[in-house]
């Protein structure tokens, strides 16, 4: 029985050919979830923790956003990775993604 790629599969790959139309070289990382992030990509000299969120719904809940970005940090840093991205299939108002680009970084 063949299962049908679920929505954040989906999302995720997208997010890689994106990526890898930008000249990023990603592939999926071992460690995910709470302990990891999803990709590891490398852009010129430099080594990114990517995080990938697709949320059901179209508006941001900032307590989702921050959680997700907060792990990502954390869990980069512990890889001795020097830049992350956090990548949502939400909408984020202007307001909210300078408060999280201030606070991470």
């Known amino acids: 029985m063949i299962r ?3 929505t954040w599969q989906l999302f995720e790959q ?3 050919k994106i990526l890898e139309e930008n000249d990023f070289i990603a592939i999926k990382n071992d460690v995910r979830g709470d302990n990891g992030f999803d990709l590891l ?22 307590s989702l956003i ?4 907060s792990r990502l ?10 830049k992350g991205m956090l990548v949502v299939s939400c909408i984020i108002p202007s307001e909210l993604r300078v408060i ?3 606070k991470f970084n």
């Open 100 to 102: 999280i680009q201030d």
């Open 41 to 62: 990509a490398r852009y010129k000299n430099e080594d990114w923790a990517i995080e990938v969120k697709f949320y059901r719904t179209a508006r941001a809940q900032y």
């Open 73 to 82: 940090a954390i869990n980069g840093a512990s890889a001795q990775v020097q």
């Open 14 to 16: 997208l997010v890689v």
């Open 4 to 6: 049908p790629t679920r």
């Open 66 to 69: 921050d959680a997700a970005a």
